[in-house]
Each structure stands twice: as structure tokens, then as C-alpha cells.
């Protein structure tokens, strides 16, 4: 599997402020995502990063408050813009194998260490 | 739409006894099953996925999940379990786009 690198591991960030995070996997991949875990809670994917496009976001999710790059095929940025404390949570950069058919749902998706984030 | 039901929060078990981790799926055709692990202060880790085939799947740590179509049930299993397999486990599905829906998650605690 891909070995995926999130930077930063922690912080602690000040209301009204923006964080971006980053995301460095060792092998090019067409698929990345971005989910988020809200403190003892379940996964839900923010958005899809798409290699040279706009990225694809879910609902309730906008890319005013979520911007997301995807310059190359190794690397994405998720920043967390205007934060409030409701939006301290781990944040999860994701990929697909790539190994199998391209966007085949049975392919099994990979999850870096998360960025866990604190907004006092 | 998709969906996954993990009906348990938590699940006590000894070690050594056999553990059981229940996942159940609503989908519209054929599932793609995952299984997931979250250890303390850590991201997670893929355990074992059912896309087809035999319905009883192995994965990492020594873990095995059945697919039950009839139940529409994907439950994780361990014939014995150890202290260190303590941590968070969640379901997902994938079907359908490319989207990996979770459960709500289940904390296994593995005492001595």
C-alpha cells in the first residue's frame, strides 16, 4: 500500500484563523479524498481532490471554507479557512489503490496518520 | 444511497476468547465491504475488504469477516482475541462513485 505522510500531526489554532495541511503520498495516485473526524465521531468525506481540476466536494461542504490542491499526482493541500472551535477534528487525507481498475469501487482506499486539530 | 449500520458501540471480551464485531449494509447491488481499524491517537488502518467470492474473508492481525447477502451483514471476527487488538473498528461501504460510507464505529475492549 502507499505509504501517506500528513503534515501537520497536531496543532492547536486560534479562532478566525486558516490552517492548511498537506499531504504527501510516495507513489502517484489518481485518487485522493479528504475526510474528517469530528471528536468521537464517524468518518465523512469533505471532498474528492482531482489531479488538475477543481476538486469535488460533498454537501455541506464548500470550497470557500475547504479549499483543496491537487498539483500533481503525489501531493494535496485541505486548508481549513476562518476556523471555529466546531471545526476541531482530525482531518484524514486518503487514497485509492493504485493497483486495480481505475475509479472501481472494490478498490481499497488508504488512510494517512490525520492531522488532529484543536481551534481554541 | 448507501449506508452501514454498526448496531454495538462497544464490545467487552477476554482474551482469548473468540470476538465478534457487527456491521450491517444497505446498498443497491452488489457491496463492496470494508473493515477498519483506529488505534489510539492514529489514523486508520484497512483490515480486510469483501468484493466477491468466498464469503468468508481474511485479513490483517488475524481477523475474518463473513458477507451474508441474505442479512446484508459483514461481520468481523477473531477466533481469539488479544489485549492489543483494543481499539476502534468501523465498517464502510463503497458502491457506486467513489465515495467510502462508515459506520458509526464500535470500541472493542480486550481485558485480561
Known amino acids: 500500500s502507499a505509504v501517506i505522510s500528513q503534515k501537520p500531526s497536531r496543532d492547536i489554532c486560534q479562532r478566525g484563523t486558516s490552517l492548511t495541511i498537506q499531504c504527501q503520498v510516495d507513489s502517484q495516485v489518481t485518487m485522493m479524498f479528504w475526510y474528517r473526524q469530528q471528536p468521537g465521531q464517524s468518518l465523512t468525506l469533505i471532498a474528492t481532490?482531482?489531479?488538475?481540476?477543481?476538486?469535488?466536494?460533498e454537501s455541506g461542504f464548500v470550497i470557500d471554507k475547504f479549499p483543496i490542491s491537487r498539483p500533481n499526482l503525489t501531493f494535496s493541500t485541505l486548508t481549513v479557512s476562518n476556523m471555529s472551535p466546531e471545526d476541531s477534528s482530525i482531518y484524514l487525507c486518503s487514497v485509492e489503490e493504485s493497483v486495480g481498475l481505475r475509479g472501481f469501487s472494490g478498490n481499497t482506499i488508504y488512510f494517512g496518520e490525520g492531522s488532529w486539530l484543536t481551534v481554541v | 444511497a448507501q449506508s452501514v449500520a454498526q448496531p454495538e458501540d462497544q464490545v467487552n471480551v477476554a482474551e482469548g476468547n473468540p470476538l465478534t464485531v457487527k456491521c450491517t449494509y444497505s446498498v443497491s447491488g452488489n457491496p463492496y465491504l470494508f473493515w477498519y481499524v483506529q488505534y489510539p491517537n492514529r489514523g486508520l488502518q484497512f483490515l480486510l475488504k469483501y468484493i466477491t467470492g468466498d464469503n468468508l474473508v481474511k485479513g490483517s492481525y488475524g481477523f475474518e469477516a463473513e458477507f451474508n447477502k441474505s442479512q446484508t451483514s459483514f461481520h468481523l471476527k477473531k477466533p481469539s482475541a488479544l489485549v492489543s487488538d483494543s481499539a476502534l473498528y468501523f465498517c464502510a461501504v463503497r458502491r457506486g462513485g467513489n465515495k467510502l460510507t462508515f459506520g458509526t464505529g464500535t470500541q472493542l475492549k480486550v481485558e485480561l
Open positions: 481532490a482531482n489531479q488538475g481540476s477543481e476538486a469535488t466536494y
